[in-house]
């Protein structure tokens, strides 16, 4: 299991990623996350909702009600164009970071 101190600052990438492919609500964007880690890191329910919740007033998600689910109408979430910039910015910043630590995490021979 991935610890979430590595990957914090990654959580953004990954919902906006999930949401580049089509509309969707929390539970399932959760979902998403564990299954294509393999479950390898799962997103607290805190963690997701605070994030949607920072990138929604940041201007890059919007959101609608959909269709009822138990009695209750789902919340779904869409990417907005400066969603979609924020999306391509965060990824050349994970290339350049994972540069920067791949050069610390070689294992050296002694």
Not at 45 to 61: F, P, Q, V
Not at 69 to 94: D, L
């Amino acid at each position: 299991m991935l610890g979430s101190d590595g990957i914090r600052g990654y959580n953004d990438t990954m919902i906006l990623s999930i949401l580049r492919q089509g509309d969707s609500y929390g539970y399932a964007i959760s979902q998403q996350i564990a299954r294509r880690t393999g479950g390898v890191y799962t997103m607290k329910e805190t963690t997701l909702y605070s994030a949607i919740n920072r990138l929604e007033k940041s201007g890059y998600l919007s959101s609608y009600s959909g269709t009822e689910s138990h009695g209750k109408p789902r919340t779904y979430f869409h990417i907005t164009p400066a969603g979609e910039r924020y999306f391509q910015e965060k990824c050349k910043e994970w290339k350049l970071t994972k540069q920067v630590v791949d050069l610390f995490a070689k294992e050296e021979t002694i």
